[in-house]
């Protein structure tokens, strides 16, 4: 299973149990990964290494604006 299926499972499971922060957090790397698929000169699919990097990016800029604020 790749890691969007993951994410849309994850997803799905979120809403049902109406847990609204995780299901912004989700929703929030399901668009990081659908904008690096649509971005120019993609290709449309991504791969797990892109992935983990959008991912550990987005997470890094998170810590630091916490830190911050």
């Known amino acids: 299973m790749s890691l ?22 989700l929703r929030s790397v399901k668009s990081l990964i659908l904008l690096a698929e649509t971005d120019k000169g ?8 892109v992935e983990m990097k959008l991912l550990t990016k987005a997470a890094k800029q998170r810590k630091e604006s916490a830190e911050i604020f």
């Open 42 to 49: 993609a290709t449309g699919e991504i791969s797990a290494d």
């Open 4 to 25: 969007k299926q993951q994410i849309d499972n994850d997803i799905k499971a979120a809403m049902l149990a109406k847990n609204k922060e995780e299901l912004t957090a």
